[in-house]
């Protein structure tokens, strides 16, 4: 489980160092709801979501399963890690879908 977690870090890493570079700030925006993206609690929800998806599978060994899940998000090719187009969709979908719930919701 330490190596999910380091390497799920390393993803959170990349991440963010990149949405400050394109953005100037580690915040993410979705239907006019505003987040700040931070390390810890992305790099937890990589996890948490690799475990998952390797137990919905049917996987024993579900760490194991969880870790090549993770491997797919990132380049580690290069002087800096790079997020890939996969890893780069999932984390923008796991945001939106972070910032949709946390929307209040109007009852009449």
Excluded at 23 to 40: I, L, M, N, P, Y
Excluded at 74 to 92: A, F, M, P, W
Aim: glycine share 8%; aromatic share 6%.
């Amino acid at each position: 489980m330490e190596q999910l977690q380091r390497l799920a870090e390393a993803i959170a890493d990349a991440y963010i160092r990149d949405l400050v570079r394109v953005s100037g700030s580690a915040q993410f925006s979705h239907v006019g709801k505003e987040g700040v993206v931070r390390r810890e609690l992305l790099a937890s929800g990589l996890v948490d979501n690799s475990v998952y998806a390797a137990r919905l599978n049917g996987k024993v060994d579900y760490e194991r399963a969880a870790y090549p899940m993770l491997m797919r998000m990132i380049s580690l090719d290069g002087k800096e890690y790079q997020v890939t187009n996969h890893g780069k969709n999932i984390i923008d979908g796991m945001l939106r879908l972070a910032l949709t719930k946390s929307a209040i919701r109007v009852s009449h």
